[in-house]
């Protein structure tokens, strides 16, 4: 099993499609792909940078994230989100993420996931349907 350290990276692809604009998604009207998507995929790409280093039933949620989506982009376009790890401080892990269309930069930020057991956080969290 891989240590959680910094430095570890991630990454996760898309191709812009009808179901990922922001005019599905209701963020905006125009055919682009969506910011809701992009953190997203942000999320997905730093949940596979720490994946090789999970325990068995661990796992890890999203708790903070803070992006600026800096360009368009249109249908057909594939987006390529990267993180690293900056950080590990017991179970908070804080990585800087970026998505690009092509070379360009398209967004950019922080991101905060916490590591929990998955069992016991279910547990928790379906305990305040009773």
């Known amino acids: 099993m891989t240590e959680l350290k910094p430095g570890l990276k991630g990454h ?7 179901g990922n604009t922001a005019a599905d998604v209701g963020s905006g009207a ?9 953190i997203a995929l ?3 790409a ?3 940078a720490i994946a090789p280093c999970l325990e068995e039933g661990q796992g890890s949620v ?10 368009a982009s249109p249908l057909g376009m594939t ?7 900056l950080s590990v401080d017991r179970r ?8 690009y269309a092509g070379e360009e930069l398209i967004g950019e930020g922080s991101h905060q996931r916490c590591l929990i057991m998955n069992d016991r956080f279910m547990e928790k969290t379906l305990a305040k349907l009773k």
């Open 12 to 18: 996760a692809e898309t191709v812009v499609a009808p």
């Open 30 to 38: 125009l055919p682009v792909f969506s910011t809701p998507h992009m």
């Open 42 to 44: 942000m999320e997905k």
């Open 46 to 48: 730093a949940m596979a």
């Open 62 to 71: 999203g708790t903070q994230i803070n992006v600026s989506h800096l360009a």
């Open 79 to 85: 987006i390529r989100a990267e993180s690293e790890l």
């Open 92 to 99: 908070m892990l804080n990585f800087h993420v970026r998505a």
